[in-house]
Every structure is written in C-alpha cells, then in structure tokens.
C-alpha cells in the first residue's frame, strides 16, 4: 500500500483537505496521514492518522516516515518551509490562485504595500515570501481542483463527489446562497435588491449560509424586518456549524452564486473560472443541486446555469429539474479518477 501525507497547516481550505479525507477513507490503494494545523484538526476531531502540525514541526514529523508522495493544500505562507519539503521530497502542491504563483519577487514587494502591510511583511521578514515561487519550481507536481483550470503543467485533482441525499420536497422554494456574507467576494448587494423587490404572493425562503457581519449584517437586518410575510430570510451572525451548513445545503432547492468575476489575492487580480476555483463550485458537486451564476461565469458544467434576468423564476423552474451528478460525480468513479491521479504523481 502507497504512502501518502497530506499537509494543511495554514488554517485555509479546510474544506479542501476534508474532501480529501472523505474520499480517501476506504481507499485500498493508499494510506494518508494527515497534518493539520490545530484549528483544523479540531475540525476533523477523528481518525488515529491525523497529525497537530506546524511550520515549526513539519520536517521533522516527515523524517519518522517513508511517503511515496506529499501534499501540500496550501501555500500563502510558511515559504522557507514548504520550499524545504518540496526539495527533499516528491511533492505535489494544491494551488488556489494561478496568477499568484506568477509574481516576480518585485511584484510581491509592491503588492506589500497595497494592504494587511504588517502582516505581509511578516510574511517577507520571517516566512520567505521570496521563496514562494520556488516552492511551485521545485514541486514535482502542480494541482488544481477544477477541472476546467487544467493546462500545461496544472494538472486536475478530483476530489468532489456527490452524496447520497433524498431529494428535498420542500413545500416553500428554498434558495440557498452558500458562502461567508461578504461583499469583498460576492455581489451580495445584487441579492439584497432582488429580495427586496420581489412582487409576489409566493413563499419564498433564502438562506445565507455563511457568516453575516460588519455592513452586510446590518443590511440583512433591516432587510428582513421589512420583507411581507410571505418571504423569509435566514442569516447567521455567528459561524455556520458543519452540520448546519450540511442540513441546509440537503434541504437547499437550488444553489445561488452571485460570486465577483475578479477578486483580489495578495493584491493581484484572479478570476474565477479561470485562474481560480470558487469553492460553490464542490458544494454544488457535493450535495448535487443546480446551481446559479453570473452570466458572464465561463463553465462548461452542465450543473452550472448562468443567472438570468428574472433568477426567482429561474429558481423556480430548476426545482423541477432532473440532473443525474451521480452518473459522473458518484464515489466511485471519482475515487477511482483520484487514485489515478495519485499513482501518476508517484510514478512519473
């Protein structure tokens, strides 16, 4: 049996690194141990094969075993370390942000400037920000988890499969809007509006699931103390459990994605669907429901549907639609797709 660490010590992607876990579990090919920061591992709260890990103790947690591959999830900081690991081990490194991974040594100086100043520099006095693109050289494999990022060296990492669930039988039409409330990366303004001026005698439900606070909390709080009865809205001030956030994503009717086009990484403009994956992407995947997108979202998905100008209506209609995810997205055959992967990243 084939030896693999997986390394999450960054606290980001957890999700990412419990999708991992998930589908490797009854694996008979390989066996993973896990070294998660503490955070995580409070997360994952099982298994004898998971480690607590830092940067301060990863190299030698690595040294009292024998792995065939190591995966690192994420690389936004610990770069003295991770480039160690990455030239004394064959290692393949999960990247989130493709025009990151790009930036001379004077972009990043730059961008250090432009925002979080102290805890960038931190990043380039104590953790090797310089050494970041080194890390991604000498990695002997470059991942990411959209298939549709895939080109040149990136190579595809599934790790999404659709679960087993009823299908809902909700008698009010249940929009779910998944994702932290935050206008830093979803057009959550664009949603107020709809909700606010939706004309109908219907019931409708939306759940923001994610964590409302700052303005946007105070946006859904006005907004729900003036909506008819009909309508109802459900926020949450505090940070969505995961049995929460998996109750309501089974009982979801369709999923709403109003995410921006472009964002910001360490000041450098990404895009998603095109150098970086939103995570509604796996949601959508993991829990089988159509799911709503900008217009101008490039996918080829299927389960992907471009937002249209009347999206209740919309939302309506695809309740009653029919999209088998369990034909492509069953566990089996992803799991199979993964160890294909895997066994390539040993090999080669």
């Not at 990863?58 to 690389?75: F, H, R, S």
């Not at 432009?114 to 104590?126: E, T």
């Not at 009653?320 to 080669?348: A, D, P, R």
């Amino acid at each position: 049996m084939k030896k693999i660490a997986y390394i999450e010590i960054d606290n980001h992607h957890a999700e990412v690194a419990l999708s991992f876990m998930d589908i490797m579990d009854d694996s008979k090919e390989f066996s993973v141990d896990y070294y998660f920061s503490e955070k995580i591992k409070n997360q994952v709260g099982r298994g004898d094969s998971v480690f607590v890990s830092d940067s301060s103790m990863i190299l030698d947690q690595l040294k009292t075993k024998k792995y065939d591959l190591i995966i690192i999830g994420t690389v936004h900081r610990y770069f003295n370390t991770f480039q160690a690991i990455t030239e004394k081990y064959n290692t393949a490194v999960i990247v989130h942000n493709l025009n990151f991974i790009k930036l001379s040594n004077w972009k990043l100086v730059k961008n250090i400037f432009k925002g979080d100043v102290f805890y960038r520099l931190k990043l380039l006095w104590k953790e090797g920000l310089f050494n970041s693109s080194k890390v991604y050289k000498k990695a002997k494999s470059i991942l990411v988890l959209d298939e549709e990022l895939t080109f040149g060296k990136y190579k595809f990492l599934p790790i999404f499969y659709t679960k087993s669930f009823e299908k809902p039988a909700n008698q009010v039409l249940t929009i779910v809007i998944p994702g932290g409330v935050s206008q830093k990366r979803r057009d959550y303004e664009h949603v107020f509006k709809i909700i606010q001026n939706l004309k109908t005698d219907e019931k409708y439900k939306f759940i923001f699931l994610g964590r409302a606070q700052d303005q946007e909390l105070k946006q859904l709080e006005i907004l729900s103390s003036n909506l008819p009865e009909n309508v109802e809205i459900q926020y949450f001030p505090k940070r969505v459990s995961a049995e929460d956030f998996e109750s309501w994503m089974q009982k979801a009717d369709v999923l709403w994605c109003p995410i921006h086009r472009e964002i910001d990484f360490f000041s450098q403009k990404e895009i998603y669907g095109v150098s970086k994956m939103t995570g509604s992407l796996g949601d959508a995947i993991k829990y089988g429901k159509l799911a709503i997108f900008p217009s101008n979202y490039i996918s080829k998905l299927d389960f992907i549907i471009p937002e249209q100008e009347d999206v209740i209506e919309q939302s309506k209609r695809l309740k009653n639609s029919n999209f088998n995810f369990q034909e492509k997205y069953n566990k089996k055959l992803v799991q199979e797709s993964l160890e294909e992967v895997l066994n390539s990243l040993i090999t080669n």
